[in-house]
C-alpha cells in the first residue's frame, strides 16, 4: 500500500505540466474561482467520509457522462415533460451521488456565481472520490462547459454494458478515442462498488439459454454467489471485489485473473493477449502500474467530447438546463 501511495504522489507530480485540450487545461479557474477544487473536495469529503461506498457511484457517474456526447455534463439532467433524459436510461436509473454534486454547484454558486460547470464539478468530484478511499490522484484539466442536450436512448446505446464481449468492449471504447489499455485500465474501476445479481445471473443461471453456468466464470464462485442471488433476483447487491470493495486498489485484477470477475465484460478481459497481459501484470502490487494507468486513462476519458469556448452553457442547477 505504501508503494501505491508513493506512486499516486509520483503521479500527480508528472501531470502537473499544464494540460492543454481544445480550451480545457489545469488550472482554467485559476483567477475566476481560485478556489473551485477545495471546495468540490471538501464536499466530495464530507459525503465520502459519511458514505465510503459513494466513491463508486460518483466514478461511475462521470464515466456515464463521457461515454454520451462527451464530458458535458448531461447525465446530471432531469427529464421533461418532453424528454426523457440519461439519467432515466436503465443503465443510469442505479447512479448514485447527485446529491455530491448539487452540494458542490451551491457552494461554488456562492463563492464565484455563473462561472463553474457541473461537467468539471462531476470530472473534480469522482476524482477526489477516487483519491479519498486511498486510490490515486490526478490534475483535472477544466473549462468544460454543460450541454444542453440529454437523451434516454443515446444512453442506452452508447454505454457498455456487462454483458460485452471483447470485440464490443474494443469498438465502444475506440470509437471515442480510447485504445485497448485504457480498456482494460479503466475496467479496474470495478476494484469499487456493488452490482445487482442481474447484471451477471445469466452466467449463473442461464449462459446460453439451456440452463446453463458459464464455463469461463470460476465454477466454486459462482456457488458461492448463488447463495446471494436467486433466479430472477432483480433487488439484491453484491460486492464487485469482495473484501476491499470499499478501497481502491488492485485486487480486481486478481479477481479477473482467478475467472472471479462478476462480469461477461470482466471475463473479457482474458480472451485477448494485451488485456490479459496486463491484468497478470498488475498481480505483484509492489510492481504495479495501476495507480499511474488508471490516473492517465482518466485525463484521456475526461475530455471526450468537451463542450468549450461559448459552446453549451454555464447551469445554475445541474439537473435543469439554463
Known amino acids: 500500500m505504501a508503494t501505491l501511495k508513493f506512486l499516486s504522489f509520483i503521479v500527480v507530480q508528472l501531470f502537473l505540466v499544464a494540460y492543454n485540450c481544445e480550451g480545457v487545461e489545469v488550472g482554467f479557474y485559476r483567477k475566476s474561482c481560485p478556489n473551485v477544487e477545495a ?30 456526447r462527451g464530458c458535458d455534463g448531461s447525465v446530471l439532467l432531469n427529464s421533461t415533460k418532453g424528454n426523457k433524459a440519461e439519467k432515466d436510461a436503465i443503465p ?19 463563492e464565484c456565481p455563473g462561472i463553474v460547470s457541473c461537467s468539471d464539478i462531476l470530472a473534480l468530484a469522482a476524482r477526489d472520490a477516487v483519491s479519498l478511499i486511498n486510490g490515486p490522484s490526478w490534475p483535472v484539466p477544466l ?18 454494458t456487462p454483458f460485452d464481449n471483447f470485440t464490443t468492449l474494443k469498438t465502444t471504447f475506440g470509437a471515442l478515442g480510447l485504445n485497448v489499455k485504457d480498456l482494460v485500465v479503466l475496467s479496474g474501476g470495478h476494484t469499487i462498488g456493488m452490482s445487482h445479481c442481474f447484471s451477471f445471473s445469466s ?22 454467489l448463488k447463495i446471494k442471488c436467486k433466479p430472477g433476483d432483480v433487488t439484491t447487491i453484491v460486492e464487485m471485489d469482495p473484501g476491499s470493495f470499499k478501497s481502491f486498489d488492485t485486487d480486481y485484477y486478481t479477481m479477473v485473473s482467478k475467472r472471479r470477475g462478476l462480469f461477461a465484460s470482466d471475463a473479457a478481459l482474458l480472451t485477448n ?50
Open 92 to 110: 443510469n436509473q442505479s447512479l448514485r451521488g447527485f446529491q455530491v454534486i448539487d452540494a458542490a454547484k451551491s457552494a461554488l454558486e456562492k
Open 39 to 68: 471546495i468540490v473536495k471538501e464536499t466530495t469529503k464530507h459525503y465520502i467520509s459519511v458514505a465510503p461506498t459513494l466513491a463508486a457511484p460518483l466514478l461511475r457517474m462521470h464515466f456515464h457522462d463521457c461515454f454520451v
Open 143 to 160: 473549462g468544460r462547459r454543460d450541454g444542453r442536450v440529454s437523451i434516454l436512448s443515446e444512453a442506452s446505446k452508447k454505454l457498455p
Open 203 to 224: 452466467r449463473m443461471y442461464n449462459f446460453t439459454g439451456k440452463g446453463d453456468m458459464d464455463p469461463n466464470m470460476d465454477q466454486n464462485y459462482i456457488s458461492h
Open 273 to 322: 493477449r494485451q488485456t490479459k497481459d496486463y491484468v497478470l501484470s498488475q498481480l505483484n502490487p509492489h510492481g504495479s502500474t495501476f495507480f499511474k494507468d488508471f490516473a492517465e486513462s482518466m485525463v484521456k476519458m475526461g475530455k471526450i467530447g468537451v463542450l468549450t469556448g461559448k459552446a453549451g452553457e454555464i447551469r445554475k442547477h445541474c439537473a435543469f438546463r439554463n
